[in-house]
């Protein structure tokens, strides 16, 4: 299998540590609000690898961690805990707050029929891990007490920027408006663990050898991923947005405290972007997949459009690519469902179309190309019935697309138009026209169709007699 690897800036052999065994982590989301569909493009990516790499034969363990602490509004280490923010936004606990959120991840994760991780370990489970590292950090001099708290030292580790390929001009926070920590040794030092600068009002502390406090956002994949996958690690992946300074400082400082190179492939997913040009949890309304779904779509056309562009290309959403991608989506299953099993499974052509299937995965995960594999099968007159099925239920083992579940939710005509008149209701409710919004609640329910509010947008039910 090829694999691009963000460390070498090239598509590679991809050989695992250790023979047939991949030990892969994704990071998992910040749980201070839900995830949008583009958070959702990025986990989408992962599985596609980790189900790429079981159908190659590869036995894999997956960890992924799920943030609810020490994540700052700013990449860099300015600005407060994103799950502060969220606590003080609703009024609630930071635990009751990453609950609510971890389960809304996990709900729509799962709607797009990706598959749970096999360790999903919250950042605040693994707190003496983080202690035992920066411990042993600062006795080999790679980290310094300042202020009151940790940092690691990045002049110490060779090659810092060895991920982005750039040199010191890229500085964390370069991005935002920052006015500089002076407690750092270099701009491009990093917390490991907060005690005096970012105490004020924080819920959640911990004791530590250098006073009670809470641990940065870096320090927990690192602990993390080497509590339950070891010191050599195959796989790490994000979205692209990760590579800096996030995936940076997790090298820098868990090579410095194993003492030798840690993980092998960086793989990083391009963004979901929307025609303002970024998606983002900060702004108003956030489209999740649920929302999706609340307005009539079956998430799975979601998916089906994320495989149909590469993971490293950005993906551009608006709703006419969705409805695009859900018509050809729909027509898809139709065709599937119109084959009749007949004749047996000829071993030949099975063996033929899966080595074709596969090599588009093997060149960097092409799923786009997969896919069209699937169209030229579908037109093959020279297969029967039987085998047809049987190859598409072997290539949905990576789409997961529910190519033959008999059960997928395709939307009809009248979805298409309750979508409509819900997407003009919420138009005039935001333009204050209330009359309006009330006239096509109450049309729709004279047709037997009862409009729900929820948090997330408006879903429907057909009432019944
Ligand atoms: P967060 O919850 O903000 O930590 O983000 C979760 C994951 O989603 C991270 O790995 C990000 O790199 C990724 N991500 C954030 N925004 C986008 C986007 N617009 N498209 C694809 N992935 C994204
Ligand atoms: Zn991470």
Same mark, same amino acid.
């Given at each position: 299998?090829?694999? *691009?690897?963000?460390? &070498?800036?090239?598509?590679?052999?991809?050989?695992?540590? =250790? %023979?047939?065994? @991949?030990?892969? *982590?994704?990071?998992?989301?910040?749980?201070?609000?839900?995830?949008?569909?583009? +958070?959702?493009?990025? *986990?989408?990516?992962?599985?596609?690898?980790?189900?790429?790499?079981?159908?190659?034969?590869?036995?894999?363990?997956?960890?992924? #961690?799920?943030? /609810?602490?020490?994540?700052?509004? $700013?990449?860099?280490? &300015?600005? /407060?805990?994103?799950?502060? @923010?969220?606590?003080?936004? %609703?009024?609630? $606990? $930071?635990?009751?707050?990453a609950k609510y959120y971890t389960d809304a991840f996990f709900n729509d994760y799962k709607k797009v029929n990706c598959i749970m991780p096999d360790i999903v370990s919250p950042a605040t489970d693994n707190i003496d891990e983080y202690i035992k590292i920066i411990t042993n950090l600062i006795d080999k001099d790679f980290a310094y007490i300042s202020g009151g708290n940790v940092y690691f030292d990045t002049s110490k580790f060779n090659n810092y920027y060895c991920l982005t390929n750039q040199d010191s001009n890229l500085v964390v926070g370069a991005r935002e408006d920052v006015t500089a920590d002076s407690n750092k040794r270099n701009q491009a030092d990093f917390v490991l663990w907060f005690t005096t600068s970012k105490f004020e009002n924080h819920e959640l502390l911990w004791d530590s050898p250098w006073g009670k406090g809470y641990p940065g956002w870096h320090i927990e994949c690192t602990g993390i991923s080497i509590k339950y996958l070891g010191e050599y690690l195959d796989i790490h992946g994000g979205g692209v947005d990760n590579i800096f300074p996030h995936h940076t400082n997790e090298i820098a400082q868990s090579e410095s405290y194993l003492g030798h190179k840690w993980c092998k492939y960086w793989f990083h997913n391009e963004h979901l972007i929307d025609e303002s040009g970024k998606m983002s949890k900060s702004k108003g309304e956030i489209l999740t997949v649920s929302y999706l779904e609340n307005h009539g779509f079956n998430p799975l056309s979601f998916r089906f459009m994320c495989l149909g562009s590469h993971y490293r290309k950005q993906l551009l959403f608006t709703n006419d690519n969705l409805i695009h991608a859900e018509d050809i989506y729909k027509k898809l299953l139709k065709k599937i469902s119109n084959?009749?099993? %007949?004749?047996?499974? /000829?071993?030949?052509?099975?063996?033929? *179309?899966? =080595?074709?299937?596969?090599?588009?995965?093997? #060149?960097?995960?092409?799923?786009?190309?997969?896919?069209?594999?699937?169209?030229?099968?579908?037109?093959?007159?020279?297969? +029967?019935?039987?085998?047809?099925? $049987?190859?598409?239920? %072997?290539?949905?083992?990576?789409?997961a697309l529910d190519l033959c579940d008999s059960n997928t939710k395709i939307p009809t005509e009248l979805d298409d138009e309750i979508r409509v008149l819900i997407n003009k209701r919420t138009e005039a409710k935001k333009n204050k026209n209330f009359e309006e919004a009330d006239r096509i609640r109450n049309d729709l329910l004279e047709k037997g169709i009862k409009l729900i509010d929820t948090r997330e947008g408006t879903s429907y039910e057909f009432i019944k007699d």
């Open positions: 299998m090829k694999l *691009y690897n963000t460390l &070498t800036r090239k598509v590679e052999d991809f050989i695992p540590h =250790e %023979e047939n065994k @991949v030990k892969m *982590y994704t990071c998992g989301p910040t749980v201070y609000h839900y995830a949008h569909i583009g +958070n959702i493009r990025n *986990y989408i990516g992962h599985d596609i690898l980790y189900r790429t790499l079981k159908f190659l034969g590869y036995e894999v363990t997956r960890a992924m #961690n799920i943030t /609810d602490v020490g994540h700052l509004v $700013s990449d860099g280490d &300015t600005g /407060d805990d994103k799950m502060e @923010v969220a606590r003080k936004r %609703e009024n609630k $606990s $930071s635990m009751e707050i084959i009749k099993e %007949e004749g047996n499974n /000829d071993k030949n052509i099975f063996d033929l *179309y899966i =080595e074709k299937f596969k090599t588009h995965l093997e #060149n960097d995960l092409n799923t786009s190309n997969a896919l069209s594999v699937l169209y030229e099968l579908l037109k093959d007159n020279n297969v +029967n019935g039987t085998t047809k099925l $049987s190859i598409i239920k %072997e290539f949905d083992k990576v789409l």
